[in-house]
């Protein structure tokens, strides 16, 4: 998967790292809110300062509030989603469970805890997506994530990979010619760099356990035999891989850097790898402030994150 990358019609010569971070909203997450009936006072105050945290409501966080009143019963789908989670009968209600979309129609359920939970962790914001946010606008090429692991001798090798490699990459990216020429502007004022820098995510942070779950869930096994687990993530907080520690390589981290900063070959989101974190950002008003100046939406799929379309083409005349 990590070399499956896209070759689409409609190349322009913009780094993938920047068209990603100017063109490419987030996928949104699904935060689904189960419950029996009204919500109480206090839960309905969390309720109302979670879904106005996210963008479809005056907030940045790319993600959905969806309550499902089991009550109802009118939403089976989703009921049977609550069966398996409380198949030990121990959650509590309300209660909540998070869905990542990783592409291709694909989810994955790494995250549910109580309302109150998710309200005290907040799962929309911790440190190091703060952080991350901030280094990506302030124009990191690619920010590596280092989930650290048990072992703490892994954990220490993995950062010292990644440093030593970040010295010898600078020298062996260049970023492809034309950029400015038409098809291939740049709109945000953000100088184009290439820069790479990591970010150590401690598991056993309080503040961070949604990200560590959802992160170490993709690479479980790996995880739980002690590897450390490395992410990078480019664009507006879109993770390639998560990738186990004793599989990354100079080499490996070299091919994904340089697919990072090549000319992006495919402007449909949907059709790169990767998925998009759980993030509370203004990615638009920090990179163009007024609406005037973002880039103009010249397809239906960019910018809007669409699945393909597959036109029929008519057999030629014999």
Same mark, same amino acid.
């Given at each position: 998967?990590?070399?499956?990358?896209?070759?689409?019609?409609?190349?322009?010569?913009?780094?993938?790292?920047?068209?990603?971070?100017?063109?490419?909203?987030?996928?949104?997450?699904?935060?689904?809110?189960?419950?029996?009936?009204?919500?109480?006072?206090?839960?309905?105050?969390?309720?109302?300062?979670?879904?106005?945290?996210?963008?479809?409501?005056?907030?940045?966080?790319?993600?959905?509030?969806?309550?499902?009143?089991?009550?109802?019963?009118?939403?089976?789908?989703?009921?049977?989603?609550?069966?398996?989670?409380?198949?030990?009968?121990?959650?509590?209600?309300?209660?909540?469970?998070?869905?990542?979309?990783? &592409?291709?129609?694909?989810?994955?359920?790494?995250?549910?805890?109580?309302?109150?939970?998710?309200?005290?962790? &907040?799962?929309?914001?911790?440190?190091?997506?703060?952080?991350?946010?901030?280094?990506?606008?302030?124009?990191?090429?690619?920010?590596?994530?280092?989930?650290?692991?048990?072992?703490?001798?892994?954990?220490?090798?993995?950062?010292?990979?990644?440093?030593?490699?970040?010295?010898?990459?600078?020298?062996?990216?260049?970023?492809?010619?034309?950029?400015?020429?038409?098809?291939?502007?740049?709109?945000?004022?953000?100088?184009?760099?290439?820069?790479?820098?990591?970010?150590?995510?401690?598991?056993?942070?309080?503040?961070?356990?949604?990200?560590?779950?959802?992160?170490? &869930?993709?690479?479980?096994?790996?995880?739980?035999? &002690?590897?450390?687990?490395?992410?990078?993530?480019?664009?507006?907080?879109?993770?390639?891989?998560?990738?186990?520690?004793?599989?990354?390589?100079?080499?490996?981290?070299?091919?994904?850097?340089?697919?990072?900063?090549?000319?992006?070959?495919?402007?449909?989101?949907?059709?790169?790898?990767?998925?998009?974190?759980?993030?509370?950002?203004?990615?638009?008003?920090?990179?163009?402030?007024?609406?005037?100046?973002?880039?103009?939406?010249?397809?239906?799929?960019?910018?809007?994150?669409?699945?393909?379309?597959?036109?029929?083409?008519?057999?030629?005349?014999?």
């Amino acid at each position: 998967m990590l070399l499956a990358w896209s070759s689409c019609a409609g190349a322009c010569n913009i780094p993938v790292f920047r068209y990603a971070l100017e063109r490419w909203t987030p996928d949104d997450c699904e935060v689904i809110v189960f419950h029996d009936g009204p919500f109480s006072p206090a839960d309905a105050r969390l309720m109302n300062r979670m879904t106005a945290s996210t963008d479809d409501h005056g907030g940045h966080a790319n993600a959905k509030v969806i309550a499902v009143d089991l009550a109802d019963r009118k939403d089976r789908g989703r009921e049977a989603l609550w069966q398996e989670i409380n198949a030990d009968g121990r959650a509590t209600l309300p209660y909540v469970m998070v869905r990542t979309k990783l &592409g291709r129609g694909r989810t994955v359920n790494r995250w549910h805890g109580a309302l109150s939970e998710a309200d005290r962790m &907040g799962i929309f914001q911790s440190p190091v997506r703060e952080q991350l946010r901030d280094r990506l606008l302030a124009g990191h090429s690619v920010v590596w994530l280092l989930v650290g692991s048990a072992d703490a001798e892994k954990t220490a090798a993995a950062k010292t990979l990644v440093e030593d490699t970040f010295k010898t990459l600078r020298s062996k990216v260049q970023l492809p010619e034309g950029i400015g020429l038409p098809g291939s502007e740049l709109y945000a004022d953000l100088p184009l760099v290439v820069k790479f820098s990591l970010l150590e995510i401690d598991p056993d942070d309080s503040k961070e356990q949604f990200l560590v779950r959802l992160l170490s &869930g993709l690479r479980e096994q790996a995880f739980e035999d &002690g590897e450390p687990l490395l992410v990078p993530v480019f664009g507006r907080g879109r993770a390639l891989e998560v990738i186990p520690a004793g599989d990354l390589t100079p080499r490996l981290m070299e091919e994904l850097t340089i697919f990072l900063s090549k000319a992006c070959s495919c402007q449909v989101k949907e059709q790169n790898p990767g998925f998009d974190l759980l993030i509370d950002a203004d990615w638009d008003g920090e990179l163009f402030g007024d609406v005037d100046n973002r880039p103009p939406d010249r397809s239906a799929e960019e910018g809007r994150n669409r699945n393909p379309v597959l036109v029929p083409i008519p057999q030629g005349r014999r």
